[in-house]
């Protein structure tokens, strides 16, 4: 873990070095340290030759464009869990991702707070996590999912047989049928907690999710703050 330590772009040689050359490394935490696009790239090379890699927290490391390390990531079978929070990884990235989780990556969890998959890679994405079914834990809050995409991964996370926690914050899903994929969701066993805060939820649509939630079988938290709730769904 080598988080907060104000890393530049002349470090991820170094940091990429470490991987290559470290053979029970399962673990690198490089979160908030000013890497720039310079730690995807040679990080997505770096992934190319390491196998022992289970867990990359990257989170806010000022990653414009992940292509390079999407790319690299799709030969790694033992990665599970990968934070890239507060990044911006672009649409086109996350498709690359969904293509690379396809060809084996199996992540059980993925951070992608404000990544910007857009409507193109949350589709990707969820066609990617169709395909394994084992993701457990998604956040993809604020990356400018619609209502339609969010009802494809609501609905390909239903085929994760253990998946606990979801989380579609700051997302604009004013308009989609999302309640008909939540309820398909919250027949898991496994789910414990659903924030969809801040999502723009008209009130026939809240009243619908929460209908939902409440035929989870052991949901023991949702959050439905930020949205516009009237009356309808107050009652509800």
Not at 27 to 43: A, K, M
Not at 167 to 182: F, M
Not at 217 to 226: E, H, I, P, Q
């Amino acid at each position: 873990d080598v988080s907060w330590n104000m890393a530049t772009a002349d470090c991820t040689n170094a940091v990429a070095a470490m991987l290559v050359g470290n053979a029970t490394l399962e673990r690198l935490v490089i979160s908030n340290n000013p890497l720039t696009t310079c730690i995807g790239d040679d990080l997505g090379k770096a992934l190319k030759a390491n196998r022992t890699l289970k867990s990359l927290e990257m989170q806010a490391v000022g990653l414009m464009d992940a292509n390079s390390l999407f790319e690299g990531m799709s030969g790694h079978p033992g990665l599970t869990a990968l934070n890239v929070n507060s990044n911006t990884c672009t649409p086109k990235a996350w498709v690359k991702f969904g293509q690379s989780m396809s060809a084996g990556i199996a992540l059980t969890s993925l951070r992608a707070k404000s990544a910007d998959t857009g409507k193109e890679g949350a589709s990707a994405l969820a066609a990617a996590i169709r395909s394994q079914k084992v993701m457990t834990d998604l956040d993809v809050s604020g990356c400018n999912i619609g209502a339609s995409e969010a009802g494809e991964l609501l609905e390909a996370l239903s085929t994760c047989k253990d998946v606990t926690r979801v989380v579609l914050v700051n997302n604009k899903l004013k308009g989609g049928d999302v309640a008909r994929s939540l309820a398909t969701l919250c027949g898991k066993s496994a789910l414990d907690f659903v924030d969809l805060s801040n999502c723009e939820l008209a009130d026939e649509s809240a009243k619908a999710c929460m209908a939902s939630l409440v035929g989870g079988k052991r949901v023991a938290a949702f959050d439905l703050s930020g949205n516009n709730l009237g009356e309808t769904s107050g009652s509800a």
